[in-house]
């Protein structure tokens, strides 16, 4: 596998600590708002830092004023970047010429190289040409470009980009933010700075790109809500709060241990300067206002430690969310013997399935496997094949989709949100106006009066989130929430939904977020199947990437979930084990299959260990490219079959 390490010397051999970027005293405004204001920040080699921040407090124009996209404001400013330094800037909307090739988009026409490759690449999409071929391939001989060529391939298939004379104009924008971080892996810059770089990826290829990130010679400057990322590659975390920067040296985890025992200290505090305001407004009473210099003093020392003992608690209140759940009834959603295709491709066969109250499933599988068709099938606003989805009439479905919706630009944001409803019912009989709401989820009253137009990307997806939480459903699908979000919006969103009274349905990427929600499984493998998985996303991952020492499945309980599949854990399903047991035949399959995985596996290593080798012909690589896809779906197979057996074993 090509990990594109940068040259072993800036990995292994740093002499001393070296500064790459500093920047002092740096402010940033937009009109009469305050992003930042004298801010400071170094950066030196090897660093990973994280970047936490609301969306819409200049997290990106941070950012962009490190990438040297953005000028700064003020007399004392200064941003300076060690002389050489190679940036690679991913932005949350890269651009790139639409006329441009996939291949053309990622390779540096600068590079000799690249034109070598791209008239072999030409060559063999025409493999009538013999001519044609034979002169590129000589030309490939003459440049030893073979090593170069390989790696490209792996690095775009690796990224689900493997149609290199495709236009750009014809990707969508998920596939145009893979093929910009293809192209910043590719030229291997010095200093990394990603926003959002796990947008758009399946789980495969986040893991692979942790991992190439945690190479030590890596410099990185990151946004990601991607809570595992962030634990898994940083170093340190930096928070914007308040137009000021708080950095945290760890990883995430330390972040969260040391602001908690901050804000700790923060809840003493605020305890005690309680008391001492209720003397202090006691004595302002009592006195006349203003009537000496000391008094003045002492009036204008209580009104300041107020206000910043005000701001304590509102941040502290802004964190709960309690909205009261709509009735359910006896029926939920049933799906029986579904099928749903679209041409010769099957996303769904003969698929049956009973929603349960409190419901969690989670949906997985790689993407074009059919989740979102799933998702409209399941509300109804697509029409299955064969067989039925039955909705019972207590349901009210809120749908957050990946895509977004359309909001009304002219309107302010309070107005949009009281189009839905002007007030939701919380426990107890109480009710939450669409102003608390919305502070709810950090939206301050002057920002509630700002147009839709205004907010950034990451704030209008928290308001179309509130938009659906508004309706105050009692069956919550999520596809693809934590895109775009902030860390802090995130955090919000999981405490509500962990006590969330109705079912929830997920689609998501974002490995934390599923573990945290979910207990069991919707897999979907492609070709018309899906699996029913007993656990959680950890547990089938561990799974997946180590199927010779598998951890030991859970007691399996409930009723029959999807057809032919495990019954599922989901909360509101009785039962008990089915009792189920391997036969002397079954438990030698297994330990046959488990022989077999592991060779496969050790084949699959050689194949990527093949793939970095110098002397790599071109129809080895055609030929090992083959063998790896075959190779692939034959793991993929096994594995399901030794799940299956596992499941009884």
């Excluded at 760890?250 to 300067?273: C, H, N």
């Amino acid at each position: 596998m090509f990990t594109f390490a940068p040259q072993p010397s800036t990995i292994y051999c740093p002499p001393s600590t070296v500064n790459f970027l500093t920047i002092e005293n740096v402010t940033k405004s937009y009109g009469e708002k305050v992003l930042f204001q004298n801010i400071s920040l170094h950066i030196d080699r090897g660093q990973k830092i994280g970047l936490i921040a609301k969306n819409g407090t200049g997290k990106t124009t941070l950012m962009r004023v490190i990438a040297g996209r953005e000028g700064s404001e003020g007399e004392n400013a200064k941003i300076i970047l060690r002389k050489g330094i190679r940036i690679g800037w991913l932005d949350q909307e890269p651009h790139f010429h639409p006329e441009l090739d996939v291949l053309g988009a990622v390779l540096d026409p600068a590079n000799p190289l690249v034109r070598v490759v791209q008239r072999y690449e030409h060559a063999l999409a025409h493999p009538d040409n013999t001519a044609e071929l034979h002169d590129a391939m000589a030309d490939m001989d003459q440049h030893d470009a073979w090593t170069f060529e390989a790696k490209v391939k792996e690095t775009l298939f690796r990224f689900r980009m493997e149609q290199f004379e495709q236009k750009v104009k014809t990707l969508s924008g998920g596939q145009q933010k893979r093929l910009a971080l293809v192209k910043i892996l590719l030229e291997e810059p010095d200093f990394l700075i990603l926003d959002e770089p796990t947008n758009h990826l399946d789980v495969e290829m986040i893991e692979w790109l942790e991992e190439y990130l945690q190479q030590p010679g890596i410099t990185l400057f990151m946004v990601t809500h991607d809570r595992y990322f962030l634990e898994n590659v940083c170093d340190s975390i930096i928070e914007l709060e308040g137009g000021q920067l708080r950095r945290y040296s760890g990883s995430y985890s330390d972040y969260l241990e040391k602001k908690a025992m901050r804000e700790e200290v923060e809840a003493t505090t605020y305890e005690r300067q309680n008391k001492l305001l209720k003397r202090e407004l006691e004595w302002v009473r009592r006195s006349p206002q203003a009537r000496t210099t000391k008094a003045k003093a002492r009036v204008d020392a209580y009104f300041n430690r107020k206000e910043v003992n005000d701001t304590l608690k509102k941040k502290n209140d802004e964190m709960s969310l309690q909205i009261k759940e709509n009735w359910l009834g006896g029926k939920i959603v049933e799906l029986h013997n579904v099928g749903k295709s679209f041409g010769d491709k099957k996303i769904i066969e003969n698929f049956s399935y009973k929603f349960k109250r409190r419901e969690r499933v989670g949906i997985v599988g790689q993407n074009g496997t059919g989740k979102s068709t799933f998702l409209q099938l399941l509300t109804q606003s697509l029409a299955p094949d064969t067989g039925k989805v039955v909705v019972g009439d207590t349901i009210i479905f809120g749908f957050y989709r990946q895509e977004g919706i359309q909001m009304n630009e002219d309107k302010r944001v309070i107005d949009a949100v009281r189009d839905i409803a002007e007030f939701i019912p919380l426990e107890k009989g109480k009710e939450l106006s669409a102003a608390q709401l919305l502070e709810r989820f950090m939206f301050t009253r002057p920002q509630q009066q700002v147009y839709v137009s205004q907010l950034s990307g990451g704030e209008r997806r928290r308001l179309y989130l509130l938009t659906v939480l508004m309706k105050n459903p009692n069956f919550l699908i999520l596809d693809e929430p934590t895109n775009d979000l902030d860390v802090i919006t995130l955090q919000v969103l999981e405490d509500f939904l962990e006590e969330y009274p109705g079912c929830l349905v997920v689609v998501t990427h974002d490995r934390y977020f599923m573990d945290r929600l979910v207990d069991h499984l919707f897999v979907f493998e492609g070709n018309g199947k899906v699996r029913d998985f007993n656990g959680t996303y950890a547990e089938f991952r561990a799974m997946q990437r180590v199927p010779v020492v598998p951890p030991v499945p859970p007691a399996l309980a409930g009723e029959s979930g999807a057809a032919g599949a495990s019954p599922a854990k989901a909360g509101g399903t009785g039962g008990t084990n089915t009792g189920v047991k391997l036969t002397n035949t079954e438990r030698n399959e297994m330990k046959k299959l488990e022989k077999e995985l592991a060779s496969l596996e050790n084949r699959k290593k050689e194949i990527f260990d093949r793939f970095n080798a110098a002397d790599l012909a071109p129809e080895e690589v055609t030929k090992l490219s083959n063998e790896l896809g075959t190779l692939q779906k034959t793991l993929e197979e096994k594995e399901m079959r030794w799940l299956e057996l596992a499941e009884h074993a």
